[in-house]
């Protein structure tokens, strides 16, 4: 190809984000090439500054610039509530739907004894403790409607039963086998209004 | 969002990628989040090489690292012939095809009296400098079948025709209004192979 150094390893480490191949990896190359000082030189130093800076929020999970994530920083976002999600991509959804106005609880995954995930990787433990510390009255499962996220649900409701926190769950607009991070931003706020006790 | 500074800024910059628009914007960012060491740290690296290295050759118009381009300084790539494209993206399709050995011309676009770009813009009088100066004894016009393709592989002809030099375009296999670089490549073998004096 045109120069087996730089351009071409650029090129592969293209290919490994999700939604681009070989061929978009190199047509996206190209236009960075076409516009080094526009777009290329400054996407080349966001990428190293939010490589160097991002981190897991020691308290909820979230990924941010922060030790500590901009929403669990947030006094007004103090509300008692906690939303529980499965993943960063679901706490992103959740905030463009801007409706819920508490605080996360990241799990990084589901329950799976087949990949050995159990409650202590999940951060469960963390979860029923933050309800005690924070005060927290209402915990709002809104795990993805898959069988893995729906026993994870009730996993966390038997492990929250003693601190008699309120438990609820997204109830109307997800599908069954949906994923959170695919739902319109409206579909998202209307389950979360009409959440429902579990 | 999750954090209004660098992870918000660096999903704009992604999604003013070709092929990429805000949702996949945000999943590759995702993707980069959670494996900053792997991928996230080389591809700003990369990025940031190939940025303040990267030049367009001063003899053909490729893109590459070093001042004059590999396939310029290579020999053995000396072989009398020149094959004409429009873009970097149809040089490195060729390449693909892995049948052309000579060296390239790249126009960066084709003539458009809309758009005032000229024969200058497109370095042809450079290209026909060239012809004498390298001892050329083939100019392949592997040009777009397009309209504007066309026309400027006839504007190109007319003016290498005092060289004398054999005029060929690629013939077999390019489809009415087909773009070169969405070819497979195998097809770009075959019009090579079968290319047909002009
Ligand atoms: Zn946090
Ligand atoms: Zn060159």
Not at 2 to 29: E, W
């Amino acid at each position: 190809m045109a120069d087996p150094t730089g351009i071409d390893a650029l090129i592969d480490l293209m290919a490994r984000l999700p939604g681009l191949g070989p061929r978009s990896a190199r047509r996206a190359v190209l236009v960075l090439l076409k516009k080094r000082g526009q777009l290329m030189a400054p996407l080349a130093q966001a990428l190293a500054e939010v490589a160097l800076s991002a981190k897991d929020c020691h308290v909820c999970g979230n990924i941010s610039t922060t030790d500590i994530c901009p929403i669990c920083t947030e006094p007004s976002r103090a509300t008692g509530e906690i939303c529980v999600v499965e993943d960063v991509a679901d706490l992103w959804a959740m905030e463009r739907g801007q409706v819920f106005k508490g605080r996360y609880h990241v799990l990084g995954g589901t329950l799976s004894a087949l990949d050995a995930v159990g409650p202590d990787e999940l951060g469960i433990p963390r979860l029923v403790a933050r309800v005690a510390d924070e005060g927290v009255q209402e915990v709002i499962l809104a795990l993805n409607a898959t069988v893995d996220g729906q026993t994870t649900a009730h996993y966390i409701a038997d492990a929250l039963a003693p601190t008699a926190v309120q438990i609820t769950t997204l109830a109307q607009g997800v599908p069954i086998g949906g994923e959170l991070d695919y739902l319109d931003d409206g579909t998202i706020g209307a389950a979360l209004r009409a959440r429902r006790k579990l």
